[in-house]
């Protein structure tokens, strides 16, 4: 038996829901190692808070993608797993080592613009196939990257 038998999610939708969450997938595990990355490298009079905060963001990535993935699995996909794949299918690249605050707090806010775009698609994907429980997923992390983007933009003014 499949999972979509339970479910009565329409596969043709719910193929679409996939390919947009695998999507989000490989470009939330881009944004995880570049925020790891950042709070490895950042340097300057406002480490210690932008240090802590780029952990609290990493960690957070860090339960998105396994959601997404197991999301992905709960609606009969199989979540990518290789990093060449997230790289050749996000749109979200690789940093090179930046340590100066304004550069990383704008590198985070322009992957936030990627996650927050890509979401409400896949959202919008899943609301068509009423899929509300990737809905209510997608709606819980817009409503947390909206509230980190107003703090960083406010942290940049």
Do not use: C
């Amino acid at each position: 038996m499949k999972t979509l038998d339970y479910l009565k999610l329409d596969p043709k939708s719910t193929e679409k829901t996939i390919n947009g969450l695998q999507e989000l997938l490989a470009n939330l595990q881009l944004y995880y190692t570049n925020l790891r990355g950042f709070h490895w490298n950042v340097k300057g009079l406002e480490f210690f808070g932008l240090h802590a905060k780029l952990e609290e963001f990493y960690d957070d990535t860090a339960e998105k993608v396994d959601e997404v993935a197991e999301r992905i699995l709960m609606l009969g996909g199989v979540p990518e797993h290789n990093f060449s794949e997230y790289l050749k299918n996000a749109t979200i690249k690789e940093t090179a080592v930046v340590s100066n605050t304004k550069e990383i707090v704008k590198n985070v806010l322009d992957s936030l613009k990627v996650l927050i775009s890509l979401e409400r698609e896949v959202l919008e994907t899943a609301s068509e196939g009423s899929d509300e429980v990737t809905v209510s997923l997608l709606s819980d992390f817009l409503a947390g990257q909206e509230k980190n983007v107003w703090m960083l933009t406010a942290f940049l003014s």
